[in-house]
């Protein structure tokens, strides 16, 4: 069995199966051209050139082939780097499964599928209903498989049902606080919210945007998907339900700067934007604590403004808690 | 015939048809309920309270009705009212059209119709092309009636489609001089960019927005119109000539906090933004400025981020154009 | 009995027993001072101007009064108000009581203490539980009496405490799925955070600002009130538990913006911003679709940003819940 | 013949006549003098360093300045550099000229020239004539040789006139759609506008802010030569003529935060603006898309707000238009 | 000896010859023209509305003028005003004077005259002193008059030399505790800083600003006079001296959103900012304070960002310096 | 006697006393730990990285420590650094000092210190003046010791007390020219503003901040130990006095964005806030052009927003100016 790629040291030659993470065909300031490349696998990632590439070269080694790699590990400045001496596809028939070569969400994928089908059991709304079931199956494969992001938070193997379903759990519990809150309208909107990132990203290996995802977004992308489901389904496209469902997942975002068209204007669209928000937070919040010593402060958490976190010296509920990446 | 509106002094009893342009039903402190409502005819628009209403009264007195209208004229402070003694529906068999209460575009409706045409020509693309006509049809009758707005700009019967033509001839003539400029994206873009109004306004006469438009808004509701278009005319869902327009109607607001879901990221995007925001603020300004006597200061244009506008002494440009309303 | 202040009808003369709930001495531009007042029962409240004050009246006729007013009601453009004749401050003798003439929290305020109790029994960390012992047995008689504040949310007898409750429950549902959480800390943050408005506002009668609340802050007014128990209780000064509840209440306004003089950088710290905000956006939402018709917007909610929130045409949960105020 | 710049491969040594287009005396942390210096020739730019300089050298081989460079070519990271053995001011006798070293606009000058005559003949006005005419004539010599910024966009030599010329075919479009606008006056705001950047700039080659340039800006700098040459023709400094001219070219950059001291308050400085930034955004995106493979985003464009564009597929109208740079 | 206008009671008719403070000409909203009239006198201010008034009127009645007016005092709400009978033009013959109805700095003007040459005396450099003496000679009649401003602070006859004179005592004392700073500069940028203001404002009764104060303000407006002054002087327009003065004056508001076209850039920039803005915040903030009550709080000061300032209750300081207003 | 760490070239082996300045235990990305070290003397600092580290080696040579060195400078692209041989911990008994390893304040500290006894006199009110004498004694030992700050500005050995003093210097002269200042409070501030800095801030040498630093903040800190020996020394803790003082402090960072909780709300707070603003940035600007040549423009100094400030050729105050760092 080869070694994993971070298992080696510094000068020492390797050949390793690894997964092409990141692959961008630049030029030199010579006008040479090569592609500025990340490799990956369960043990990290790491950078490395392949010189005098063509336009062949990046069609074939493209983000999230897997690849049999040989190279040199340097060194500098405490960054390694591989020197690549060859590069070369590894085929279907050589056994080998992307799911080697990527994190997962902490929690079994088909678990979470059980407990997102208790929640459409409450979703008692009949148009809601059917909308859910209906683009829960369209998409299945997808939802359950995608992250949630590219990198900010949930950016795992199955991120993207595992927020789902950690946000039906808090929406449960402020339901229960907040009786004026429909409880099938915030669930439908916690299940579709991010939906649209099956087209907005790639996949979960190698996770890039989508030209969809540029230039329209998965907040509009899932809107259109509930559009052309209620179209098959022969929903009344004058239904106020319809209308509500479709304003829970335009204005998610809470913010126009995120990129909501429109700002939470139902009370349940307030909760479904804040829970998500919570979600995403406590999830970037908790896994920079977790790579950091108790008595110090996190790195800057971008997606937190900036903001340094500090882990106390004792801190029993963290240090049990399962890890997240 | 009835003298106009604005014709009666002040302690004149009136009796005159007018058109309801606004009607809210309120509490008094006291817990009483009332009407408060806007009058207006081709004259202009006076205020006035129908006292002890009930909800009736609101269904029956709502904002887009003709009613004839008995009271008294009242002023304070400079600002005229109605007493209202009495009002009466008016039935459509006495004959009184819509269009005798509200102001229109400057120029022909049946001219602008044709211009349009010849522009759907120049959109050489098939996909742009086929969803442009296919759209213009299936909202033939509001496109070309329908105000551009509530109150900020071309808020007129018949604004929606000299709006669109204006911009098409600014587009036309920057196309020009812009050769790398797709004018066929751009036409398209500027016909289909504000259609969403059809859905977002509630018509030329007393315009209000609709729950829809409060809630999902016009740049969403034609991306949505143009998805199920897609979908009767069997145009390839994965189509990039779909999506590109479909970006260009989504951006078109080219702020954030406008609620444009995406910044423009096409040259045409970016030049459809710029044209319909340029021809917003002329149409703006030049309406305040024909409002100020040369060697004055408009009031302040809140559409132009509170600016005073300032009218030369001598402009003879201005003073010789078309009055806009 | 009486009749209440909203029940008279414009023109009619009234003496009511009513609570003064804002005076202030002003000038007219002529120089001559007089008292704007607003008298308020449950019933609601009413504007009057008592002319010809002077200083004495001021102090005899402070907010927070309670008062016979003898007068006429007068309308104008629909909004009443009071013609003051005479106004006589009522005696303790007379048997009146302050609740009489305010509205209180939807719950108990017996049943809410209980529950703050069972929480502070799960504050495991000693320092932590008894500095919040310490506090709430120093405030008791305020803290279960005072309103979460002036206006915004929680306006109301009691509101200080069950808005601390409300949030203790959002906590414990939260802190059951993020088992990460230290729920020692989170719920001592949530029964301190707003203790300081204790000190911040006058009482639950006739709210206003102290001259401490204005120049210190509820924030720092509890920190302060922390530090001063810490001493009392020969807490050492340098222990980090100490610094951490510090930091929670510091911390808990979540942006600058809002007069928090850090931003929260413990994990426990950003959770108790987010069930503060959210509990009061909840409220606030809640309180204004109360006061709406299904199908309707409410007023823009200043708390919210200015947004309208819309309550749908069918809305059972809403519908059937606890009214706010 | 000289092999050029960037012809030279990795290791090579190398014997060119360049353009020296920058150059900064800087300290190294031990305290020893360098020059970090950047060549160009028309194949396009390289870095290096100048070890031990002096401020003489720093004088010598100042930004504008061609010398034969002796050296050697060495590469890091994929950025090449040039190792410096030493540096030769070339004299006017050589025969060298600085047009060889720098890029052109894309329409000839002699031509560009005669453009603007000819708009000049259509300012009416004149006032405005006369000042256009006399400044036109003053700066001659460096307003159709100057670049019209340092880097953003029309950085290259007679960017200045080519970029006014663009404008002026922009502003007649508009001005045949928008007949209230004030033709002359457009037209001379157009010419005037950027005038001021012959004194803000130091040059078509290697440019760089003047102290001027950095203290005043060429907003007000312009607006000074107005009212230098208002005083020369002796046109009444009270004329409200001469009043709209330098408002427009005061306010030309439309916001307060780049720069402009007014906000535009004339329909025609509004006009003026936003053509000015049309024309600027459209040659920044363009010049960046024709660097981007079809199907490819551009970098993020500073001067564009960051945002990153996209090149159609298909894009025969950008693929036929000329190159910019 | 007529009454003073703010003497008069409720219902009592008056005749007084006061100032017109503002006068605007306006259409109520059937159409007919009125003046909307401010009067003042010593005594304060008052408001009339000038009915059935033509252009005619509007020119013979403008802001400035002295009148006689007679009518009867009204009271609204605790709003007095005035119902105009009639108004007749004072003559200069009947020896009124404009300084009568306004009020003044609270030093001397010829005190501050005499100040401000003491501090000339103190500008070493040739070019800073011949451009100050120049421009207090050109504009001396204008520049020992005028206000500091239309509104927000030193308001008041003679506001724009007592405003220079203070600010001249802080630049001193700074100017002893930072001797890197140059003296010479510091001192001319603080006497012309605001000088343009007697080519912004119309002067010290009834102050509006002029449309060159609208168009250009007083930034450049003085910026403009130093060049035109340097052209007379002969001064060499390509000295530092001259370029380091324009800068002083273009950049003294500190931030682009208040017109500066350009940030301070030099240490005595920076400074002369600071000392300009310190002066007018404490006047204004001073100016509030004398207005309000011991243990009050004073109202929204809108050019200190809305803040409200506490006068504590013993503040012997305040309560013994002089009344600015 | 050893050579300055500065003082040795490339290439050249070193062995030297300095002082650790920052060390961070850090991972290289194959998870080796390493300490990441800056070292410094009186002649400046260097970088270099101690490799194999371990959590002793982190403890053991911390920030702050007196190590002998041994080593050999390299240097990449003009950075110098030290490949590190070894490190040993240098001890008492070898009589090095702190001081000879860091700047210290231009001023000598017991000049400074009697310099604030003066002010101390001028306090009048006696709360004032108690807490005052109370917290300078109890902090003598580290108030005249600190650094103002880390980076920014008066970041030297004394800098605290020496910012203390320029600031009540500059009070002085504003009190003089505005005598409705209460003078007393003002220098209190001034003398209280930043002592919460012995807290927030680990010391003179390799300044860090410390946790309380990080979670409370120095504004908050000097309000806790206000309280505090207001509670020993038995002031009321309802005193006005004592409330203006806590403001005074707490609203001293003018901004909410600078973490004031408060904004200032009385006119000594305001002072304080831009006292406080203008030598911090005099100081900032100074000591930049102190370091760049006349004719020059600084960097961008962060701390001023950024902006560079421009060194005119002659500047005889700023030449003959005592160099701050």
Redesign the interface.
Known sequence: MYKRL?DY??GEELEAVVLIKNSQL?H????KL?LAMTFGDAS?E?HG?FWDANNQDAATFSAGTIVELDGQRE?Y????QIKIYGLRVVGPEEGYDLKQFIKSAPEKISDLKEEINQYVFEILNPTWNRLVRFLLKKWDQRFFDYPAGKSNHHAVRGGLVYHTV?ML??A???A????????SLLYAGCILHDMGKVLELTGPAATQYT??G????H??LI??QI??AA?ELKIDAES?DL??L??MV?AHHGK????????????EA??LH?ID??DA??YA??NA?QHTRP?D?TDNIMS??G????R???????S???KLE
Do not use: C, W
């Open positions: 971070l040291n510094d630049r030199t300031k010579k006008g090569y990290g790491i050139n060194e400045q405490g960054q390694p950690s759990r808090d449960k519990g402020l229960n606080n907040y009786p004026q809150v429909d409880r030209t969809e540029n230039l329209i977004g907040l509009v809107d259109e559009m052309l179209q106020e209308l509500l479709r304003h335009l126009f700067e995120y990129g909501s068209p429109k700002l939470p204007a139902l009370l307030e909760l804040r928000d919570l937070s406590i919040i908790t604590l008595g402060f937190q403004g903001r340094k976190f500090y106390p010296k004792v801190d029993e509920a963290l049990s808690s399962r």
